[in-house]
Nanobody, 121 residues
């Protein structure tokens, strides 16, 4: 079992930045491919980024590519998402997930509780 806890969400103006963290416990964090997903109001959960166990292979959704950066520190059991140049359409609950293969939410075994990001215009 792997427990995931996100933090770092909040309210920010358009053009601003936030850094989300996801701390893992209960199992071997470095064994898992990790993902970031988000779910906006009235929308389905969507893929944001995925990062392999080593942190060297990272894929992004087109909508965030060039603005968001995913990274991980396996020694600290922590996953990060640096979000720059935020837009109102980035407003969503952001979730970290573990154990998947790529961009599909149903592939991931473990999920955090989410952290809310609100971008004002």
């Amino acid at each position: 079992q792997l427990q995931l806890v996100e933090s770092g969400g909040g309210l920010v103006q358009a053009g601003g930045s936030l850094r989300l963290s996801c701390v893992a416990s209960g199992s071997t964090f470095r064994s898992y491919r990790m993902g970031w997903f988000r779910q906006g109001p009235g929308k389905e959960r969507e893929f944001v980024a995925t990062i392999d166990w080593s942190g060297t292979s990272i894929d992004y959704a087109h909508s965030v590519n060039g603005r968001f950066t995913a990274s991980r520190d396996n020694d600290k059991n922590t996953l990060y998402l640096q979000m720059n140049t935020l837009k109102p359409e980035d407003t969503a609950d952001y979730y970290c997930a573990a154990g998947g293969l790529g961009s599909l939410p149903h592939e991931y075994y473990y999920w955090g509780q989410g952290t809310q990001v609100t971008v004002s215009s």
